[in-house]
């Protein structure tokens, strides 16, 4: 067992890293590296990724090594598995964290499976306890209370960290490239990508962006949508929606925020005609400043905010709107 601590790189459909790969390789520089002693690495696993090393070293990585295969093009489950699973029996790091993203709830706990790692998903910090073992905390009971977790055995442990939750900082370094070590095998991949569709949008990613706008089901229509595009594109902001709203069919399932939509963990969080829900509260509960608006003055949300305005969203929103435009010119 070695003493490094590795973070495996998230790579957007684009190819390019996600931000939560270098926030990962901040704080676990400085939670985690300096008191086991050994080195920080990153792992990069995709198609066409030699190259993104550098990137990777900007943020800390000593060593970066690289899976650089067809196998794993457009993000492939197994693929991933094989190559960080065989990586990690080869080099035995102590810890492995990955981004709390899609893909990364998708691999990350297979890879741990396969290597009988533990893993604790969804991290919102992570130290090392008294005795040098991974300690994180967590959101739990519909992010009502914080968990810590701390692992108990000399195996590899392994997290996934939720993104947002630490500054990304730079801290240049040239990293040692180790590439070649896995091969992978066709005959082990069930299942091939045959195609993939993207949807373009100029908007942040919801999960990753530090400003979010959301609307609830008291928007009424997919029409009246247009408020919440119009003040996430003034801010430079993610548009997301409550569960009721995507129900209703005013927007895309891909905006739904909440325990069975995405986490989100923006600086700031604005709810629209959104009542305040516990399954809402999941998904967006760690923001960091949060703003309401709703007409009912008992709306559970008010409960939660730090800044609510009791009103008509029809009433508020287009000169507020218009004032946010005006101060963004001066
Ligand atoms: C297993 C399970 C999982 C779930 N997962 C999720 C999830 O992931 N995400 C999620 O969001 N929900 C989820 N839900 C649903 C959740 O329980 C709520 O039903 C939902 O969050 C409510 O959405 P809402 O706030 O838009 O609607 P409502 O609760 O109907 O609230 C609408 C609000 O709009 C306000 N309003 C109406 N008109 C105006 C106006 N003109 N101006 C200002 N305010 C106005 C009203 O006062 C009200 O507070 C889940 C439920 C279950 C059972």
Request: contains cysteine.
């Amino acid at each position: 067992m070695s003493n490094d601590v590795w973070v495996v790189a998230d790579l957007k459909i684009d190819g390019t890293i996600r931000k939560v790969t270098f926030e990962a390789l901040t704080e676990a520089k400085k939670k985690l590296v300096g008191k086991l002693g050994g080195k920080l690495c990153a792992v990069l696993l995709g198609s066409g990724v030699s190259g993104l090393e550098a990137e990777l070293g900007k943020y800390g990585a000593e060593k970066v090594y690289v899976v650089d295969s067809d196998l794993l093009k457009d993000f492939n489950t197994e693929g991933y598995v094989n190559a960080l699973g065989e990586l990690i029996k080869q080099n035995e790091p102590a810890v492995v964290i990955a981004g709390n993203t899609v893909f990364g709830q998708d691999y990350f706990p297979r890879a741990a499976a396969r290597v009988g790692a533990g893993v604790a998903m969804d991290a919102i910090k992570i130290d090392l306890s008294g005795d040098n073992k991974l300690q994180i905390e967590r959101y739990s009971h519909s992010s009502k209370a914080i968990q810590t977790q701390v692992f108990h055995d000399g195996a590899t442990m392994m997290a996934t960290v939720r993104p947002n939750s630490f500054k990304a900082e730079e801290s240049p370094t040239t990293p040692e490239v180790i590439s070649g070590s896995v091969e992978l095998n066709p005959a082990d991949i069930h299942v091939k990508v045959l195609e993939l569709q993207t949807k373009e949008s100029d908007r942040p990613e919801l999960t990753e962006a530090e400003r979010v706008v959301s609307g609830g089901r008291g928007l009424a229509s997919e029409e009246n949508f247009k408020y919440i595009y119009e003040l996430a594109d003034i801010l430079g902001a993610a548009a997301g929606a409550t569960r009721a709203a995507v129900d209703a069919g005013y927007c895309p399932y891909d905006m739904q925020v909440g325990q069975t939509g995405k986490a989100v963990s923006p600086n700031l969080y604005i709810a629209i005609a959104i009542s305040g829900s516990v399954q809402h509260f999941a998904g967006m509960g760690s923001s960091k400043v949060i703003v309401a608006i709703n007409k009912d003055p008992e709306a559970p949300i008010f409960q939660k905010c730090d800044y609510g305005i009791v009103g008509d969203l029809f009433d508020i929103l287009p000169p507020f709107i218009e004032k946010v435009k005006a101060l963004l010119s001066e």
